[in-house]
């Protein structure tokens, strides 16, 4: 039972271009959205998120847009810069009855910014 | 000091052995947590602790032992690992207060392999 998918394995964008990763989800109760980039051998180092009562928000170079009705969210990166070759993994946060939160992690998209 | 420091790096013991993995952080949370990540596959949460309490095992096998020793050490004690057992082990933390901190902070993650 996969919650949290990412259909795209991999995505390859021209530098200068914008990228677009997508995330769906099934849970209705995950209340907040994370996405995380992922180099080779590092942990994964946290970028943006989005509370499941907004739908936009923006940081730079990202914006992640969530549309609740349709379970689902996507990561939007403008310009692409070569740097951004990594995976990128969207997360969602349950909370649970005594409080405890935990991130259930998509599969993955590994990014390729060509120069 | 915003970082997750995880040791060791890599770790290579036999199926009989006892290991230990750390994960120290010194940003004042009062979350941690372990998780597990094969390759190719995304981080599966194992533990969470909260205020130095356990308060979540996701029916991890009980070769794995965690422990929070205090407010910025958590502890991962491994026995009798099975080969399947190999993988990336993350450390993350997070802080607990209100007011929008909703992210994890990851360790760089300790490569275990189990002969």
């Known amino acids: 039972d996969q919650q949290v998918k990412q259909n795209s394995p991999s995505l390859s964008v021209q530098e200068g271009r914008i990228s677009i990763l997508n995330c769906d989800y099934t849970?209705?109760?995950?209340?907040?959205f994370l996405w995380y980039k992922k180099y080779p051998a590092e942990g994964p180092t946290f970028l943006i998120s989005?509370?499941?009562?907004?739908d936009k928000n923006e940081d730079g170079r990202f914006t992640v847009f969530l549309n609740k009705s349709a379970k689902h969210l996507s990561l939007h990166i403008v310009p692409s810069q070569p740097g951004d070759s990594a995976v990128y993994f969207c997360?969602?946060?349950?909370?649970?009855?005594?409080?405890?939160?935990?991130?259930?992690f998509g599969q993955g998209t590994r990014l390729t910014i060509n120069p | 000091d915003t970082e997750v420091t995880q040791t060791p790096k890599h770790l290579v013991m036999g199926m009989t052995n006892k290991k230990s993995l750390k994960c120290e952080q010194h940003?004042?949370?009062?979350?941690m947590y372990w998780y597990k990540q094969k390759a190719k596959k995304p981080p599966e949460l194992m533990f969470v602790?909260?205020?130095?309490?356990?308060?979540i095992n996701e029916s991890v096998p009980s070769r794995f032992s965690p422990e929070c020793p205090n407010s910025s050490l958590l502890n991962l004690h491994l026995h009798a690992l099975q080969p399947e057992d190999s993988a990336l082990y993350l450390c993350?933390?997070?802080?607990?207060?209100?007011?929008?901190?909703?992210?994890?902070?990851f360790g760089p993650g300790t490569r275990l392999t189990v002969l």
């Open positions: 602790y909260s205020y130095e309490k356990l308060s």
């Open positions: 989005i509370s499941s009562i907004k």
């Open positions: 997360a969602a946060r349950l909370t649970l009855i005594q409080g405890a939160q935990k991130l259930v």
């Open positions: 993350a933390s997070k802080h607990t207060g209100t007011g929008g901190y909703n992210e994890q902070f």
């Open positions: 940003m004042g949370h009062r979350a």
């Open positions: 849970n209705s109760m995950f209340d907040y």
